[in-house]
């Protein structure tokens, strides 16, 4: 079974550039993570969604930062315009809620912004 | 405010030995505690869960204790492996049945077992 995919793996781009994340979460799952690690802060959720729909955005850092999905399969990060602060890894999980808390994790996108 | 600490960023252990990883925590409200492990360049992989309904969960090399009236947890690693050596991440989730599945993740703690 394919696991939480997360694309790109790498992104390098110039301050004030738009970025864009990208993830598919497992198939059956309902609920969608987004994730910020940073040697700082460590592992911190940005925002999640239940059923396409998101449930606590209070992680969000700022306006810049925005996520939708669209469908079960699919969810996007992004942050416009991008700052070098946003530098750090983010990744996607997903469960399956009414199961157990376990949450399964993506690869993770490496970000860095100059 | 941090509500889940490992307060050890980093550990080093013997091949064969016990690896003791602790964590603490602050919000009574959580009922439900996971670790997880991480690679380098990958994400973390679930290793092993606990509910506060219990004081201890066994896995193969993998033991959870939970002492809910401290707030502490701890996963035993025995023995242990060089391919154990990785970041370890303690996660809180609760209450349950509040309908959310968030976790609060530790900044986990680094291990590394020496062959």
């Known amino acids: 079974d394919a696991g939480v995919i997360q694309s790109p793996r790498h992104e390098v781009t110039e301050m004030g550039q738009e970025v864009t994340l990208r993830c598919k979460p497992i198939?059956?799952?309902?609920?969608l993570f987004w994730y910020r690690q940073t040697m700082m802060r460590g592992l911190e959720l940005l925002i999640y969604f239940n059923n396409n729909v998101p449930i606590d955005d209070s992680g969000m850092p700022e306006d810049r930062f925005s996520a939708k999905m669209p469908n079960a399969s699919f969810s996007t990060l992004k942050i416009q315009p991008s700052e070098p602060r946003d530098s750090a890894v983010y990744f996607c999980?997903?469960?399956?809620?009414?199961?157990?808390?376990?949450?399964?994790f993506g690869p993770g996108t490496r970000l860095t912004v100059t | 405010d941090q509500q889940v600490k490992q307060n050890s960023p980093s550990l080093s252990v013997q091949e064969g030995r016990i690896s003791i990883l602790n964590c603490d925590y602050t919000n009574s409200m959580f009922d439900y505690f996971l670790w997880y492990k991480k690679y380098p360049a990958e994400g973390p992989t679930f290793l092993i869960s606990?509910?506060?309904?219990?004081d201890k969960n066994e896995d193969g090399r993998f033991t959870v204790f939970l002492n809910k009236s401290a707030k502490h947890l701890s996963l035993h690693i025995v023995p242990s492996q060089p391919g154990d050596s990785a970041v370890y991440f303690c996660?809180?989730?609760?209450?349950?049945?509040?309908?959310?599945?968030?976790?609060?993740f530790g900044k986990g703690t680094k291990l590394s077992v020496i062959p």
């Open positions: 996660a809180a989730s609760g209450p349950s049945g509040a309908g959310s599945y968030q976790l609060t």
């Open positions: 999980a997903s469960t399956r809620t009414g199961g157990s808390y376990e949450q399964y």
């Open positions: 606990i509910s506060s309904i219990k």
């Open positions: 198939s059956g799952h309902n609920s």
